[in-house]
């Protein structure tokens, strides 16, 4: 049923509108299955077929952007750890209605799922060879915490040089800063 066309142009309605509400209303304080369903020109039951809560369909629509920021960074080739941190800002803030919804909601999913597609290029750039798991942990915490003060900024397109500075120091002194850490094996 899936793969039928035309539950496939009926999951892009439904995505669709919700890009397009989180355009119009990028706090999307209350957004609810009836609202959705009149707006995208479908019915309840048509939207419940696809989603059985706007959590679920709010969770496709990361795993749609995650598939895009994939391929759009594998397409892009960045070389340098500076270049992949800045393509990763840029493609923030182009999302950035979506991200301050997860940053409001307190959802680390999103931001998490983006930073282990970058975390083999992390580990190399930054020459991490012990701990790797632990130390992309604890910086992932750190860079959530960075990101999340941005983001009640709007993001600003003009700070991503600023920002990625921040990040690549984050991530390069993780080891040097967290020696006294006692590991876990």
């Given at each position: 049923?899936?793969?039928?066309?035309?539950?496939?142009?009926?999951?892009?309605?439904?995505?669709?509108?919700?890009?397009?509400?989180?355009?119009?209303?990028?706090?999307?304080?209350?957004?609810?299955?009836?609202?959705?369903?009149r707006?995208?020109?479908?019915?309840?039951?048509?939207?419940?077929?696809?989603?059985?809560?706007?959590?679920?369909?709010?969770?496709?629509?990361?795993?749609?952007?995650?598939?895009?920021?994939?391929s759009?960074?594998?397409?892009k080739?960045?070389?340098?750890?500076?270049?992949?941190?800045?393509?990763?800002?840029?493609?923030i803030?182009?999302?950035?209605?979506?991200?301050?919804?997860?940053?409001?909601?307190?959802?680390q999913?999103?931001?998490?799922?983006?930073?282990?597609?970058?975390?083999?290029?992390?580990?190399i750039?930054?020459?991490?060879?012990?701990?790797?798991?632990?130390?992309?942990?604890?910086?992932?915490?750190?860079?959530?915490?960075?990101?999340?003060?941005?983001?009640?900024?709007?993001?600003?397109?003009?700070?991503?040089?600023?920002?990625?500075?921040?990040?690549?120091?984050?991530?390069?002194?993780?080891?040097?800063?967290?020696?006294?850490?006692?590991?876990?094996?």
């Amino acid at each position: 049923m899936k793969k039928d066309s035309r539950y496939q142009k009926t999951e892009t309605a439904i995505l669709a509108t919700l890009a397009k509400i989180l355009e119009e209303n990028p706090r999307l304080i209350s957004l609810n299955p009836s609202d959705l369903a009149r707006r995208a020109c479908i019915s309840l039951s048509t939207f419940y077929r696809h989603y059985g809560t706007i959590e679920e369909m709010l969770v496709a629509y990361e795993g749609k952007l995650i598939l895009r920021f994939e391929s759009s960074l594998h397409f892009k080739r960045a070389k340098t750890l500076k270049n992949t941190v800045q393509f990763t800002l840029v493609f923030i803030i182009k999302y950035k209605k979506f991200f301050s919804i997860a940053f409001r909601r307190g959802d680390q999913n999103l931001l998490r799922r983006i930073f282990e597609v970058l975390k083999p290029k992390i580990i190399i750039s930054c020459h991490w060879t012990k701990n790797q798991d632990q130390l992309f942990d604890i910086c992932f915490y750190e860079l959530y915490g960075l990101l999340e003060d941005w983001s009640e900024g709007a993001f600003k397109e003009k700070e991503i040089a600023g920002i990625s500075s921040n990040i690549i120091y984050l991530l390069k002194s993780a080891p040097a800063r967290l020696k006294g850490v006692i590991w876990h094996s």
